[in-house]
């Protein structure tokens, strides 16, 4: 199974070569890491147990980051590294856990895999909601290297495609020892992919653990003095928007301003390469723009000014400034949305478009308790941005419903930890695992 699928591999990379050199000199992400990913990870000694995190993107960062901490107070002995796919992903991990050795994983072709594993020698491995690459699963089974999945989200696409090659990829799931899905929608799609009942367990979502707290609101009156925002005006932030989404965000914030002079707009992109493509759609609209990183050179932002954030790990604290917001891949071609539960955490009145099917757990929690706006086109985002500004009370209270939504779904740190201890624990003396060994499922749970 493993030369076919490098075989497959092959061939794709033949047909994409003459795309990837052409983008290697003009874009970093294309060469970040390269080494890396051809399997060069650092080479680490084998004088303690290792806890591999794979965190694809930037997205998955800092969600694990509680649980990380509880596993270093509570297992000592364990050294936690931790991969990503993208370089983005890999400078917030680093800012995130400095001490920690960071690298990129290697392309999911036998050799690269098997380099990688005989150079960082885990013995755990745990993916951050999932990213499966079936010669990474297959190597980890047959060292008999266990695999835990936390915070275990299967997308609405997985559960369509991964059925159609499952027989053919059915030992691909062998190695995983434990599976910690966020809801039980997640745990019955992972039983529909072909995992293990008896490896599934419902624990919630580690995001909720994240959330809830005060944001430094000396950050966030900086932030405001930066942005230019007057103290009390009305803020639109749309957070990790995707493509299209800023015009029609541009277009409803021209409109609004007509009957609401002091609003401002502020624009968090998902990616922060496009923020110059984003600043272009926003001046397309006869509209002053100013890139955050501008401003942080000294720049004086133009009166009234969209800002465009292109820079990483501030979502939070501009959410702390709306009064509303926008959460973004959500509203033009289906893109399963983003983490509305952030803005939502901090009781802002949370805006979103049709498309949230990553995150369908979370938005049947918002709309049974009406802390939620759905929108369906640009009429109606301007009708609801509308709402919100002319009503204040109604805008606290689907904010405060929000909040509430977040402080009842917290815990899932604990139960996550709780099913990954029999792995964790007796690692005196342990050795690597063996190649050929099989994973057990030890901490393996049950559905709930």
């Known amino acids: 199974m493993s030369l076919l699928l490098d075989c ?14 052409y983008r290697l000199p003009r874009a970093y992400r294309y060469r970040a890491g390269l080494m890396e990913r051809l399997g060069a990870a650092p080479e680490l000694p084998p004088d303690r147990p290792r806890l591999w995190v794979h965190c694809a993107s930037v997205g998955e960062a800092g969600v694990p980051r509680r649980l990380i901490e509880r596993i270093r107070r509570q297992y000592p002995r364990w050294e936690v590294v931790f991969s990503t796919s993208t370089d983005t992903g890999a400078r917030r991990l680093r800012e995130l856990y400095p001490a920690a050795t960071v690298f990129y994983m290697p392309l999911d072709v036998s050799w690269c895999v098997w ?7 885990p013995r755990l491995v745990m993916l951050v909601e999932l990213e499966v690459w079936p010669n990474f699963m297959l190597a980890c089974r047959k060292r008999g290297l266990p695999v835990a999945i936390v915070n275990g989200r299967i997308s609405a696409s997985s559960r369509r495609w991964v059925p159609r090659v499952q027989r053919h990829l059915r030992r691909m799931w062998d190695a995983v020892a434990v599976c910690c899905a966020r809801s039980a929608d997640d745990a019955r ?16 979502s580690l995001k909720y653990d994240l959330l809830g707290g005060a944001p430094d609101a000396e950050q966030v009156r900086r932030l405001a003095d930066l942005f230019g925002i007057e103290q009390g005006a009305p803020v639109l932030v749309a957070g990790s928007t995707h493509r299209g989404e800023e015009a029609v965000l541009a277009t409803v914030y021209r409109d609004l301003r007509l ?17 110059a493509e984003v600043a272009t759609a926003v001046a397309a609209r006869n509209l002053p ?9 000294g720049r004086e932002p133009p009166q009234d000014a969209v800002i465009v954030v292109d820079t990483i790990g501030e979502l939070l ?3 702390a400034l709306a009064s509303c917001a926008f959460v973004g891949r959500s509203l033009l071609a289906p893109g399963g949305g983003q983490n509305m539960m952030e803005p939502a955490a901090l009781g ?9 099917g990553n995150f369908r757990p979370d938005m ?14 640009r009429r109606a985002l301007a009708a609801a941005v509308e709402r919100l500004l002319a009503d204040p009370a109604e805008a606290d209270r689907i904010g405060s419903s929000a909040r509430q939504v977040i402080l009842e779904s917290q815990g899932a740190t604990g139960r996550t930890l709780e099913r990954l201890a029999p792995l964790l624990r007796d690692v005196h003396g342990a050795r690597s695992p063996r190649p050929g060994a099989r994973a057990r499922a030890g901490g393996a749970a049950r559905l709930t």
């Open 259 to 275: 009957r609401h002079r002091r609003l401002r707009l502020v624009i968090v992109p998902r990616h922060v390469e496009r923020a």
């Open 8 to 21: 497959c591999y092959v061939l794709v990379a033949v047909v994409l070569l003459p795309v990837w050199l």
């Open 189 to 204: 799609g992972f039983l529909h992919v072909g995992m293990p009942a008896d490896r599934v367990r419902v624990c919630g």
């Open 115 to 121: 380099r990688a594993l005989e150079r960082v020698r």
């Open 348 to 356: 802002k009145p949370v805006i979103v478009g049709p498309h949230t």
């Open 289 to 297: 723009v100013a890139l955050k990183t501008e401003l942080d050179a």
């Open 317 to 319: 604290d501009c959410y």
């Open 364 to 377: 049947e929690m918002l709309r049974e308790r009406g802390a939620a706006l759905v929108v369906r086109d």
